[in-house]
């Protein structure tokens, strides 16, 4: 760039992100930082690249010709900037999330806004989700004997270990055959917690925190995946901006697998990477073979196994995070009471930092059952959240900090 010593632009990773959505057969799997796009060619517009326009006409053209077509995009909750959402210092997470929801969902030309345009049904062919974790701290008696910060990740031991918890901060009990079979549950999960561990009070004890996608991934079809430092957002894809690198691997090698119900040659490293993610995601079994075919391992095109191994999945899980850690007048709350559409529900919705701990629970009742019943960390990204406040009123556009730099 003119910037840069004069050199010329280069975007060729835009160029890769743009040619495999345009061509893609059967199905989008984006992990990102950031998910910033345009679906117009308007050169008025202050969001320049085309990723939601390419993505918009992919799927126009799926439904069109009766293709079975799906985009599942994984993103952070919310962008990783420290301040309360109601503070005075939340102007840079605001304008990210304005920007973010108006690619997505909001304000007439975003993703879904255009889908709906076409008289096509978005949920059909795409998805936005995050990832959550939980975890279970042990009592202060117990943490006496252990050293500070040695905390273990579950998810790095065999499925069938049995290991003593002993020895770090965090739980982490064995799991019977069919727990283990079935779920790797938030980041540990704790069935079988012995009694003598267990806090009287649950929100001293549970504690749960968004999972952070850092990742810029794109896989394609199981066959091509661009993985490297590029944000979906105009830094990072114009190539005048931010300096990044990234990689377009097209695997010779290939596995088979099944796609639309059909035989299918994967290639072995996407098919391999996509794969180990949806069972980490998901909370499945250790990845198996590549000639084991399971419905874990199948590309998420098939509509029965995404809808039971991914909707069905994350929305309880979502459902069950959001009831345990906010406040409620209900015992049972209802999907309505759990959509924070302004800040006056907001404040109703995070508890009182001086009466809960900020990532602890928020109820102390039945919450061992109900965090037994989550399956992964997969959950529902929030379309509606804040949907009826303007994220840009508290930001000084145009001041010190041009909007280039949030885009």
């Given amino acids: 760039a003119i910037w840069s010593s004069g050199i010329k632009v280069e975007s060729s990773i835009y160029s890769a992100y743009q040619h495999l959505i345009r061509n893609a057969k059967h199905f989008i799997y984006i992990e990102n930082q950031f998910f910033v796009t345009s679906t117009e060619d308007d050169p008025n517009y202050i969001v ?10 992919r799927i126009i053209k799926a439904h069109q010709d009766g293709e079975k077509f799906r985009v599942i995009v994984i993103m952070p909750l919310l962008p990783g900037f420290e301040a309360d959402l109601n503070s005075g210092d939340a102007g840079t997470i605001r304008m990210v999330m304005h920007w973010q929801y108006v ?3 909001r304000g007439g030309k975003s993703i879904l806004d255009k889908i709906r345009q076409a008289d096509i049904d978005p949920e059909n062919y795409i998805s936005f989700f995050a990832l959550r974790g939980y975890d279970k701290i042990k009592n202060k008696e117990h943490n006496r004997s252990v050293p500070n910060g040695s905390i273990k990740n579950k998810q790095n031991e065999t499925s069938d270990e049995s290991r003593p918890s002993h020895n770090d901060d965090i739980s982490t009990d064995s799991y019977s055959d069919e727990q283990t079979k079935t779920s790797l ?6 069935p079988g917690m012995p009694a003598s561990m267990v806090d009287s009070d649950p929100k001293h004890t549970y504690v749960t925190e968004e999972i952070y996608i850092h990742s810029k991934l794109m896989i394609v079809d199981d066959k091509y995946v661009i993985i490297g430092s590029a944000n979906i957002n105009d830094r990072s894809q114009l190539g005048d901006r931010d300096s990044e690198i990234a990689i377009l691997v097209e695997d010779k090698q290939t596995v088979p697998s099944r796609m639309n119900g059909q035989k299918y040659e994967a290639s072995k490293f996407a098919y391999t990477l996509r794969s180990n993610l949806f069972k980490e995601f998901l909370g499945l079994i250790e990845p198996q073979a590549h000639a084991t075919i399971t419905k874990s391992s199948l590309p998420p095109i098939q509509p029965d196994v995404l809808k039971e191994l991914l909707h069905d999945r994350d929305s309880s899980s979502t459902s069950i995070l959001d009831e345990i850690t906010t406040n409620s007048e209900h015992n049972h709350p209802t999907k309505e009471d759990l959509v924070v559409m302004d800040p006056l529900q907001y404040e109703e919705f995070v508890p009182n930092p ?6 602890h629970v928020a109820i102390n009742y039945n919450v061992k059952t109900k965090l037994e019943n989550i399956r992964g960390q997969l959950v529902t990204f929030p379309l509606h959240f804040l949907e009826s406040e303007n994220l840009m009123k508290s930001v000084m ?4 900090t041009p909007n280039e730099i949030f885009t």
Avoid: M, P, Y
């Fill in 48 to 57: 320049k690249n085309r990723i939601g326009k390419s993505i918009v006409e």
């Fill in 103 to 105: 690619s997505i969902c």
């Fill in 185 to 190: 549950r938030g980041i540990r999960g704790e």
């Fill in 354 to 359: 001086t009466v809960v701990d900020k990532g």
């Fill in 397 to 400: 556009l145009g001041g010190f």
